[in-house]
């Protein structure tokens, strides 16, 4: 075990110290994740020491207090802030494993001569490696900017929902609506606004789009937990994750952004590709026919809403739903609804090319979504590339 802990450390020294040598060089992460560099965050390190110790029990080797302190520092110097390591840090901790190795080192030294050839026999690989089984489980990421501003535009939805959107309160327009559109989907009832048609039938494609753009940093159930304990709420809660995302997700096809709110004010968004992405994510959202068939559908809907019809007096229509926006609350709070999860879906298109190597597009072609209303999104989930194509975060 020593001497498994002897090969671990000096490549994690190794690892530390081109770390602190990539942060100086491309100081942002969507920079470096896209160069393929490794982005080592400060949760990583602090369960990586605990692993190491717990998997070489240090503790209860006779003379090892030394090296065991030293793992321990790894794990003070990553919570000593928040935020991505700095290049100090970095070079402390590759210190600080480089003191481990010595250490353990000089306890091998100790050895009698025939422990020492029945250790080397024993090696096999490291039970260390944050590949392997020992890797540490993901926590979530602090609260930063993007919760709060999600927190606040959720509250803010709300509030006006309630007190200054236009229309009475309650609402006798919009179940009238929602009765109608249940009662005959399709075709377009004759009493129903184009307009509105296409905007009520556009929350479940938007919905979808976002699903896919979510998921893949919405982390992974495990299997084993929920065998273990099936009705605990923790085991419905992936690692790295305060929240589950599918009952949210769910849920924002009815209410939108009512339910997407909650969750990205606390979601912890992952800077790299998942380690084992769910199967619905590897075998639905991340297929670009998935973004085919959405794009289809959304190329559906002026057709379908009746947009398109031959002689269609459009200036009777926009007045026409002008019209609703002032006297429905439940319109003008499902208009802004949808602008909404457009907008969130313009911002997780910019992430998600940083997952896939193209943080340079990111800005544009999330911006590009926004021109493209609904549309946009979709077109991006059908050509984006693969996850696999993308090193993950802890790999060289």
């Known amino acids: 075990m020593l001497l498994q802990l002897v090969s671990h450390t000096a490549v994690m020294e190794d690892m530390m110290r081109q770390s602190a040598a990539d942060v100086e060089e491309m100081p942002g992460v969507e920079e470096r994740l896209e160069a393929g560099r490794p982005v080592i ?11 190491m110790l717990e998997n070489s029990g240090l ?46 080192q000089r306890l091998l030294e100790a050895m ?21 089984d020992a890797t540490p489980e993901p926590v979530p990421e602090p609260i930063g900017a993007a919760n709060a501003i999600a927190g606040l535009v959720w509250v803010g939805l709300v509030a006006w929902s309630f007190t200054a959107a236009p229309g009475p309160f309650p609402d006798p327009i919009g179940p009238q609506l929602v009765a109608t559109l249940a009662a005959q989907p399709v075709p377009r009832p004759e009493s129903i606004n184009e307009l509105f048609y296409a905007v009520f039938n556009s929350f479940s494609v938007v919905a979808a789009s976002i699903a896919a753009l979510t998921l893949p940093s919405g982390g992974k159930l495990e299997a084993e937990k ?4 099936p009705t605990a709420l923790a085991s419905w809660i992936p690692a790295g994750q305060r929240v589950p995302a599918i009952p949210f997700l769910w849920g924002s096809v009815v209410i939108g952004y009512f339910a997407l709110g909650p969750y990205f004010a606390l979601r912890s968004a992952r800077p790299g590709p998942p380690e084992d992405a769910g199967w619905c994510t590897r075998n639905i959202f991340e297929q670009r026919a998935f973004g085919v068939v959405l794009s289809a559908l959304t190329l559906s809907l002026p ?20 019209d609703l926006l002032s006297s429905s609350r439940f319109v003008a709070v499902a208009s802004v609804d949808i602008v909404l999860m457009l907008v969130l879906a313009a911002t997780l298109i910019k992430e998600d090319c940083a997952r896939r190597g193209w943080a340079q597009r990111g800005l544009a072609l999330g911006a590009g979504s926004l021109l493209l209303p609904i549309l946009g999104p979709c077109l991006y989930l059908a050509v984006r590339p693969p996850l696999d194509d993308t090193p993950p975060p802890l790999e060289r």
């Open 41 to 51: 965050r400060r949760e990583d390190m602090v369960q990586s020491a605990s692993v």
């Open 59 to 104: 503790a209860d080797i006779p003379g090892a207090h030394a090296a065991a302190s030293s793992l321990q520092r790894i794990a003070t110097i990553a919570q000593a802030d928040q935020g991505q390591l700095r290049t100090s840090e970095y070079l402390a901790i590759a210190d600080a494993y480089s003191a481990v190795r010595v250490d353990c």
């Open 112 to 132: 009698p001569r025939q422990q020492q050839d029945e250790s080397k026999q024993r090696v096999a690989p490291s039970s260390f490696s944050m590949k392997a």
């Open 226 to 229: 929920l065998q273990a304990a």
């Open 303 to 322: 057709f379908s809403s009746g947009l398109l019809s031959p002689g269609l007096d459009y200036a009777a229509v926009v007045a026409a739903f002008n």
